[in-house]
Structure formats: structure tokens, C-alpha cells
């Protein structure tokens, strides 16, 4: 493996705990003394920004004997989550040829930095290989050390090339004019999903993310991403507090991450057809989910609707 680390880019904003959380994990991590990290900062959009922002400019202090390097890029003025990360992963990517991302909501195991760099340096020079994540929803604990291939992309805890991320593009009227039917039913994860609505959503200004459009740069070339079968990170982010993540009740909010040094890799560059089965399931009771949210939301009480939502989940409707 390469002796060179991929450097840390951590994303944050105005939430001090959260971002506390996830530094002191990121500090655990075996890799983190050998590593350079980026802390990038949004411009705040008020006195209680910027009052959230000065904590976590004392916990960034603390934190940077930890490091090899720490290296802070802050905005002077606010110009949004999306943008953020476009232009500091590209920032990072114009003196690095490879990157690890993590948002301030995603607490790491002691392993990440070790899984990741390993994933990196093994399958850079196979370019069939676009993504990197840490993140696993299947999160089986019997397959720890173990991967799997997938069109699916993550970005909770991610890592990719220079070379890779020069494609990304977010121009929803292009993929509008590109995607084909066929393709769109295949980019919904074979119908178990709606990721093409966010395109949609976005184009019509109802909504500003990246996430969709680094798939749908990855799947447009074809592109694979390696998943961990037992996740590395955990996202403590879902409760409401970010900024494109309401609060949702589901298995993911207290999971076991994986402490496994092992790296198994996988040569056989093709999708496993089991795993993305299984994708598919999850994509489609987390849809539930939103579904029953929208529809008794506004009627209901919090204990009230999660015991209908809890309800419906425990039929066998997969």
C-alpha cells in the first residue's frame, strides 16, 4: 500500500456538537497522526452562526496535535451546503490526487482512515472504481473486513481520485437530455428508488444538493463504488439539525461500526447482484417512510405517528 494518505476534507457549518463528535472520533483514528486534514467552514448567516462557529473553532485548536497537518478553509460569506462541498473537495483535489470527505455529522471508527486508504490506494489505477464510502445500510457484522460493488453511491464518510472527480458536473438540464427511460428506471436502483426526482427538484430550484449528481456522474460513466458489507461510520446527523436531513425515526441512529483492520478486496469488477438486492429492500422502506410522513404528518402527534409508522414497517410488505 501507498505510504501516502489521502488527505481529510471535514465540511462544517454551526453545529458545534455534532462537529465536536466527529473531530474526537476523527482524532482516534490510527491514520489521523500521518494525515492532513482540511476544515472547511461555510460564512455564517447570523450572530447565532457565528457564535456556533467560534466553539468550533476552539475545539479545531484543541484538536490539531492530533494531525500531521491541519489546514482551516473558511468562507468569509455564506454560499450554501452544496456549494460548499463542490468547491472544497475540488480545492483540495487541485494539490492532492486523492480525497477522504466527511460532513460534521459522522462519527468514525478507529479503523476509517485505514479502511479508506486502503480502498484508495488498491483500486486507484482501476477505473472502473469511481467511489469510496464508509458508510454501509446493510451493516452486517458477520462480513467484517469484507466489500462489495455497487452503481449505489454514499456520501456519508466517501473518498475518491482527482482524476475521477474532474467528471462531476451539476447540470440537471444535460442529464434531463441525456438519460434515456431505460436509464432513469436503472438509476432509481431498478425502481426501488426515486433519485432521479432530486434532479428534478433541483432544476426546478426546490432543492440545492451535489449527492445526486456525483452518482449521476459516476453512473453515466458506468462506474462502480465500494461498500463495506459492516458500516465504519455512524451518522448522529438525523435528528433534524442539517441541512438537508429532516429528522427520521429507523434502524440506522445507534449502529455498531467496525473496528476491522482487514481489507478483503474484490477483483471482480461486476455489481453483486445479492447486495444490491438488498439496497433495493432498504430504498424501498425508507420511501415507506416518507411516504407515511407526508401523509400524517400534519395530523398526528410524534408518539402517535410513530407507532402508525412503526405499524405499517413491521408488515411484510418485501
Not at 449521476?216 to 462502480?224: D, E, M, R
Not at 422502506?285 to 412503526?310: A, Q
Amino acid at each position: 500500500m501507498s505510504k501516502h494518505l489521502a488527505p481529510i476534507l471535514l465540511i462544517a457549518f454551526n453545529r458545534p456538537i455534532h462537529f465536536k463528535k466527529t473531530l474526537t472520533a476523527l482524532c482516534k483514528n490510527k491514520k489521523a497522526k500521518e494525515s492532513i486534514l482540511y476544515i472547511s467552514i461555510d460564512g455564517p448567516r447570523n450572530k447565532h452562526d457565528k457564535k456556533n462557529q467560534e466553539l468550533i473553532f476552539n475545539y479545531i485548536n484543541d484538536a490539531k496535535l492530533y494531525f500531521h497537518e491541519v489546514n482551516i478553509l473558511k468562507n468569509e460569506k455564506n454560499i450554501g451546503l452544496s456549494k460548499n462541498i463542490i468547491n472544497s473537495v475540488s480545492r483540495v483535489l487541485n494539490s492532492h490526487s486523492k480525497i477522504i470527505v466527511l460532513e460534521d455529522d459522522l462519527v468514525t471508527s478507529r479503523s476509517f482512515l485505514s479502511f479508506m486508504n486502503n480502498a484508495l490506494d488498491y483500486y486507484q489505477f482501476k477505473n472502473k472504481i469511481w467511489h469510496i464510502t464508509g458508510f454501509s445500510e446493510i451493516n452486517d457484522s458477520l462480513k467484517k473486513g469484507e466489500i462489495f460493488l455497487s452503481r449505489y453511491m454514499c456520501c456519508w464518510g466517501w473518498a475518491t481520485w482527482s482524476d475521477r472527480w474532474k467528471e462531476f458536473n451539476k447540470n440537471p438540464n444535460l442529464l434531463m437530455q441525456q438519460f434515456s427511460k431505460e436509464m432513469i428506471f436503472k438509476f432509481n436502483l431498478d425502481g426501488a428508488s426515486n433519485c432521479w426526482d432530486q434532479v428534478i427538484e433541483n432544476k426546478i430550484g426546490k432543492i440545492n444538493t451535489w449527492a445526486v449528481f456525483w452518482y449521476a456522474s459516476i453512473f453515466t460513466k458506468n462506474g462502480l463504488c465500494v461498500i463495506p458489507w459492516f458500516s465504519y461510520v455512524e451518522n448522529i446527523g438525523l435528528d433534524g439539525s442539517g441541512s438537508n436531513c429532516h429528522k427520521i425515526d429507523n434502524n440506522m441512529e445507534k449502529i455498531y461500526i467496525n473496528e476491522i483492520e482487514e481489507f478483503k478486496v474484490i477483483d471482480n469488477l461486476i455489481e453483486d447482484k445479492k447486495a444490491f438486492k438488498m439496497i433495493q429492500k432498504l430504498n424501498k422502506k425508507s420511501t415507506l417512510i416518507k411516504i407515511l410522513n407526508y401523509l400524517i404528518g400534519y395530523y398526528f402527534s410524534y408518539k402517535l405517528k410513530t407507532f402508525i409508522k412503526n405499524k405499517f414497517l413491521n408488515l411484510q410488505f418485501f
